[in-house]
């Protein structure tokens, strides 16, 4: 088991461009979230908008869905937008051609090996530095 490390700089590839709305969700950080981390939907605000928590792999429960990737670092109560179905920069040591699994001891990170709530890969290596990656709503 191997977490991935992620650079400062992570976003979206520039051989993605700018996501649209197809592959973007736009919400409030329910805590504080790390550009490129794995999130899910943790409930809604008063007026109706999602609020976003970073995904967990530690048990097939809930917490191991994935509805998207942090764009950018954000505090509880800030907006955010995840991505998802899109290239992301800024990752290091990957290889290309490999699946990544939600990790289940990082909470929003990505590892190398399945988790108990992450036993479909999310993300595959395209290169050694950017990953393209995938939703997963369902958690068994």
Known sequence: MAAIT???????SLATGAPGPPHTLMGIANETIAAGDACRVSGVTARDEPLFVRSNGAAATRAAAVYGYAARDAKAGEALTLFYGVEYGGYTGLTPDTAYYLSGTVAGGLDTTASTGGTKPIAYAITAERIYVMRKLDYL
């Open 6 to 12: 992620k650079d400062p700089d992570i976003g979206p």
